[in-house]
């Protein structure tokens, strides 16, 4: 069927609101930034946890219009229908789980990466977009220690990086199956799925005891590996944990790598809390030997403070990532060789992607690498300076000393079980709103978590925390 130059000028005129003039992208630009600004502000005294029901305090009937609506009206309900319920994970005083709290620059950063559009999958559409997604990989791969031949990728999170390590190790060593998965019980349950989706799922799997600190246990490890070679089963992945999610512990990173070593065993490293902490000094030597590690999940947007959606895996030696994921079509022939390194397309699961390297270049380049080293000390050392103030209060068990910087602990009142009362407290925290926390069973016990690792938390909130707690305390006795 033709079409009439006519017809195409009168569909030009129609999608017109799509693209917006001069003045317009001034003024709402303008208009966004300040409801920005406005938020950040207010920040600092807003609760750390809202009602649901604000979902529900205004309306947009229909959803969506054939006409549009203006930016006063969309502004008004993001802020009370999106921003006001739930959790405020930007909260200085969310410490539930594990945010980083999203830096101003990255947010500059991502507003300027989804203006150009850079496709940074390919290094010959965008070597620029490409050449900064490897530097960002580079520095942190020199984070953690790891050589020049290693290379990394940029994913949406710790799920996705955790994946990408998984089918590395697949490709190297497990090729055809059979080969047998060593973990702890606290290892992050988004392995579980990595190994599924994997083709995994299935693999013979061991679950190695952990001692007093919820930590793996070498000698445990070891007796299971030397079982299964006695047996005809051929240890294939060692998987540990830089900071588990209940209790942030470091397994024994260093020896681990010793028995993976001489029975030639890919190690892997679940990073995805705590790796990062290597930047610091007290965080290095906490995971001595991760640099020997075959890969290493990280999430830049937990220890460097990022909005969530910023993940890192990244491969001792580099030919091993491509390996795994290397492959290329007729439309996607390269334009010419790139001296800037390989395209992440060729390194992950992923062949469309969102330019995520400016939010963690834009940081990195404005705030200087010494600010987010001493932001990493400070979080390490609230929490043991949380956890010396709870040992002092009558009634709380404030559980070992922390590797890193979650803290659990339990509500212990003279008489009776813990789990009930600890329950009770974490309850009524969380109802009050003002400082957020979260709960957890370990081996069936309950147990309250305070994870410490929004940038914008410093010790005014955790003494406001421990205050909140003695509140609490108060109103359960009546």
Same mark, same amino acid.
């Given at each position: 069927?033709?079409?009439?130059?006519?017809?195409?000028?009168?569909?030009?005129?129609?999608?017109?609101?799509?693209?917006?003039?001069?003045?317009?992208?001034?003024?709402?630009?303008?208009?966004?930034?300040?409801?920005?600004?406005?938020?950040?502000?207010?920040?600092?005294?807003?609760?750390?946890?809202?009602?649901?029901?604000?979902?529900?305090?205004?309306?947009?009937?229909?959803?969506?219009?054939?006409?549009?609506?203006?930016?006063?009206?969309?502004?008004?309900?993001?802020?009370?229908?999106?921003?006001?319920?739930?959790?405020?994970?930007?909260?200085?005083?969310?410490?539930?789980?594990?945010?980083?709290?999203?830096?101003?620059?990255?947010?500059?950063?991502?507003?300027?990466?989804?203006?150009?559009?850079?496709?940074?999958?390919?290094?010959?559409?965008?070597?620029?977009?490409?050449?900064?997604?490897?530097?960002?990989?580079?520095?942190?791969?020199?984070?953690?220690?790891?050589?020049?031949?290693?290379?990394?990728?940029?994913?949406?999170?710790?799920?996705?990086?955790?994946?990408?390590?998984?089918?590395?190790?697949?490709?190297?060593?497990?090729?055809?199956?059979?080969?047998?998965?060593?973990?702890?019980?606290?290892?992050?349950?988004?392995?579980?799925?990595?190994?599924?989706?994997?083709?995994?799922?299935? !693999?013979?799997?061991?679950? #190695? &005891? @952990?001692?007093?600190?919820?930590?793996? %246990?070498?000698? $445990?490890? +070891?007796? /299971?590996?030397?079982?299964?070679?006695?047996?005809?089963?051929?240890?294939?992945?060692?998987? !540990?944990?830089?900071?588990? #999610? &209940? @209790?942030?512990?470091?397994?024994?990173? %260093?020896?681990? $790598?010793? +028995?993976? /070593?001489?029975?030639?065993?890919?190690?892997?490293?679940?990073?995805?809390?705590?790796?990062?902490?290597?930047?610091?000094?007290?965080?290095?030597?906490?995971?001595?030997?991760? %640099?020997?590690?075959?890969? +290493?999940?990280?999430?830049?947007?937990?220890?460097?403070?990022?909005?969530?959606?910023?993940?890192?895996?990244?491969?001792?030696?580099?030919?091993?990532?491509?390996?795994?994921?290397?492959?290329?079509?007729?439309?996607?022939?390269?334009?010419?060789?790139?001296?800037?390194?390989?395209?992440?397309?060729?390194?992950?699961?992923?062949?469309?992607?969102?330019?995520?390297?400016?939010?963690?270049?834009?940081?990195?380049?404005?705030?200087?690498?010494?600010?987010?080293?001493?932001?990493?000390?400070?979080?390490?050392?609230?929490?043991?300076?949380?956890?010396?103030?709870?040992?002092?209060?009558?009634?709380?068990?404030?559980?070992?000393?922390?590797?890193?910087?979650?803290?659990?602990?339990?509500?212990?009142?003279?008489?009776?079980?813990?789990?009930?009362?600890?329950?009770?407290?974490?309850?009524?925290?969380?109802?009050?709103?003002?400082?957020?926390?979260?709960?957890?069973?370990?081996?069936?016990?309950?147990?309250?978590?305070?994870?410490?690792?929004?940038?914008?938390?410093?010790?005014?909130?955790?003494?406001?925390?421990?205050?909140?707690?003695?509140?609490?305390?108060?109103?359960?006795?009546?």
């Amino acid at each position: 069927m033709t079409i009439t130059r006519g017809e195409l000028e009168a569909l030009k005129a129609a999608m017109q609101p799509l693209e917006p003039d001069t003045d317009d992208r001034r003024r709402l630009g303008g208009e966004v930034l300040d409801h920005a600004l406005d938020y950040l502000e207010a920040l600092p005294e807003l609760p750390s946890n809202n009602s649901w029901d604000e979902v529900f305090a205004q309306k947009l009937d229909p959803e969506f219009t054939e006409g549009g609506r203006g930016s006063a009206e969309l502004l008004s309900y993001f802020g009370q229908c999106v921003n006001r319920p739930g959790f405020t994970t930007t909260s200085p005083r969310f410490m539930a789980y594990i945010p980083g709290g999203g830096l101003f620059y990255s947010a500059l950063g991502d507003f300027l990466a989804a203006v150009s559009n850079k496709y940074s999958g390919f290094a010959s559409a965008s070597p620029g977009a490409v050449r900064i997604e490897n530097a960002c990989c580079a520095w942190m791969a020199k984070v953690i220690g790891y050589p020049e031949t290693s290379a990394g990728t940029l994913t949406s999170g710790g799920s996705m990086a955790n994946l990408t390590a998984v089918v590395a190790a697949r490709e190297a060593r497990d090729p055809d199956g059979g080969g047998a998965v060593y973990m702890t019980r606290f290892v992050h349950h988004c392995v579980d799925k990595a190994l599924h989706i994997a083709g995994r799922g299935r !693999a013979p799997r061991r679950l #190695i &005891d @952990t001692d007093d600190r919820c930590r793996m %246990d070498v000698a $445990a490890l +070891v007796t /299971a590996i030397e079982r299964d070679v006695a047996n005809g089963v051929r240890p294939w992945l060692v998987i !540990a944990s830089a900071g588990t #999610i &209940d @209790t942030g512990s470091v397994d024994p990173i %260093d020896d681990i $790598a010793d +028995v993976c /070593a001489k029975h030639g065993i890919w190690f892997h490293v679940d990073g995805a809390y705590g790796g990062l902490f290597a930047l610091c000094d007290e965080g290095r030597a906490k995971l001595s030997g991760i %640099d020997r590690a075959d890969s +290493v999940a990280l999430d830049p947007h937990k220890t460097l403070f990022l909005p969530y959606g910023t993940g890192a895996a990244l491969v001792r030696d580099g030919n091993q990532l491509l390996h795994a994921f290397t492959a290329s079509a007729e439309y996607i022939t390269p334009l010419g060789e790139s001296e800037v390194g390989p395209s992440p397309a060729d390194l992950s699961p992923e062949l469309t992607r969102h330019f995520r390297g400016m939010r963690l270049w834009l940081p990195l380049q404005m705030g200087g690498i010494a600010a987010f080293r001493a932001a990493q000390q400070e979080k390490l050392g609230l929490a043991r300076y949380f956890h010396a103030r709870l040992s002092e209060l009558a009634g709380f068990d404030a559980g070992p000393p922390p590797d890193l910087s979650v803290v659990a602990f339990r509500y212990q009142p003279e008489n009776g079980d813990a789990d009930a009362p600890s329950e009770r407290l974490l309850q009524h925290l969380q109802q009050e709103g003002r400082v957020m926390l979260s709960g957890t069973r370990i081996d069936g016990r309950y147990y309250i978590r305070c994870a410490i690792l929004s940038f914008r938390t410093h010790v005014e909130h955790v003494d406001e925390l421990i205050e909140a707690l003695q509140r609490g305390v108060k109103a359960l006795h009546g």
